[in-house]
């Protein structure tokens, strides 16, 4: 197994003290140009071929991620709180454990490369306020984001957020991903991640997705609105129903009356409950299809 840690905070630095004109070169081409199939999967080039389309630049802007623009002295202190090496230690210790857990437990894993790095997030934007002070993205095997407002609190929890960022990476090396990936994968696959890690670091240790929602709000507003859309394969829909309104209206998408990261909180608790009933490990859940989950689990929805 090898994991590779691009190494942030030393590419902010030079991007720190780099010309102006220069900085954007050195994000795309070193910080973010092995991640460069991660962002191609979701329609991202590592450069705009055209005014206007989407690129690494503008779409860090968009997941609450400093732009090279704003890499300037001013955050000389948040790169210092992000370049201890017992830091990086820990965060690659944490994706590291976590594939040979599963290794460990039997399942053999396709993908024995891995990539990640941690980003630092702008705490001035409203995607970075709605989602709070650490997060991830480990959709696509072999590639982990994890971004950051560094504090005590989220520097102690990124190892946390990875492992749930690996558990999508092991995941969907046994699903298949396509434009028909339906909210009941989604669901799915956050509530088993969430379950991983909470196993790994402890249940106390769960995002504000799962913590912030209450069993009322659950109950009577979150399960409601994803049953009646578990199939839906719409990606307004889906996204709406899995994020909540909140990130939608920072993205352009309509209130459907759901929560932040409502359909988050439904997965976790879903993937309790078939955990629970079937006796199943959550390494043999982990790759079992989302089909196969819902049909152990009618009983939740009641």
């Known amino acids: 197994m090898k994991i590779t840690a691009i190494r942030s905070d030393r590419i902010y630095r030079k991007m720190m003290n780099a010309a102006p004109a220069e900085r954007e070169n050195l994000y795309r081409e070193e910080l973010m140009k092995t991640f460069e199939f991660k962002w191609s999967c979701v329609g991202v080039s590592l450069r705009a071929e055209a005014d206007g389309s989407c690129d690494v630049v503008s779409a860090a802007a968009m997941s609450g991620y400093y732009a090279p623009a704003q890499?300037?002295?001013?955050?000389?202190?948040?790169?210092?709180?992000?370049?201890?090496?017992?830091?990086?230690?820990?965060?690659?210790?944490?994706?590291?454990?976590?594939?040979?857990?599963?290794?460990?437990?039997?399942?053999?894993?396709?993908?024995?490369?891995?990539?990640?790095?941690?980003?630092?997030?702008?705490?001035?934007?409203?995607?970075?306020?709605?989602a709070g002070d650490y997060c991830g993205d480990g959709g696509i095997p072999g590639y982990i984001i994890g971004s950051i407002v560094p504090n005590e609190r989220s520097l102690s929890l990124m190892p946390t957020a990875l492992a749930h960022?690996?558990?999508?990476?092991v995941r969907w090396q046994f699903m298949q991903?396509?434009?028909?990936?339906?909210?009941?994968?989604?669901?799915?696959?956050?509530?088993?991640?969430?379950?991983?890690?909470?196993?790994?670091?402890?249940?106390?240790?769960?995002?504000?997705?799962?913590?912030?929602?209450?069993?009322?709000?659950?109950r009577e507003t979150v399960?409601?609105?994803?049953?009646?859309?578990?199939?839906?394969?719409?990606?307004?829909?889906l996204s709406s129903c899995l994020y909540g309104d909140g990130i939608m209206a920072l993205r352009g998408g309509q209130p459907v009356g759901m929560p932040y990261c409502g359909g988050y909180a439904c997965g976790y608790a879903l993937i309790g409950h078939y955990l629970k009933k079937t006796g199943a490990s959550i390494y043999e859940a982990t790759i079992t299809p989302t089909e196969e989950i819902l049909k152990r689990s009618e009983d939740f929805w009641r």
């Not at 000389?76 to 437990?105: G, K, M, P, V, Y």
């Not at 399960?223 to 829909?237: G, I, K, Y």
């Open 165 to 169: 960022e690996t558990n999508h990476n």
């Open 223 to 237: 399960m409601p609105l994803v049953r009646a859309n578990l199939m839906t394969s719409d990606f307004q829909t």
């Open 71 to 130: 890499i300037t002295g001013e955050r000389c202190a948040e790169i210092d709180q992000i370049s201890s090496d017992a830091f990086w230690t820990d965060c690659e210790n944490s994706i590291c454990n976590a594939l040979a857990d599963f290794e460990r437990h039997g399942i053999k894993l396709p993908k024995q490369e891995y990539v990640f790095t941690i980003v630092l997030s702008d705490p001035q934007s409203p995607m970075t306020a709605m």
């Open 177 to 218: 991903w396509s434009s028909r990936v339906t909210l009941a994968d989604m669901i799915v696959s956050e509530g088993l991640a969430e379950t991983y890690a909470a196993k790994m670091f402890g249940e106390d240790k769960v995002g504000k997705w799962v913590r912030e929602t209450t069993p009322e709000v659950l």
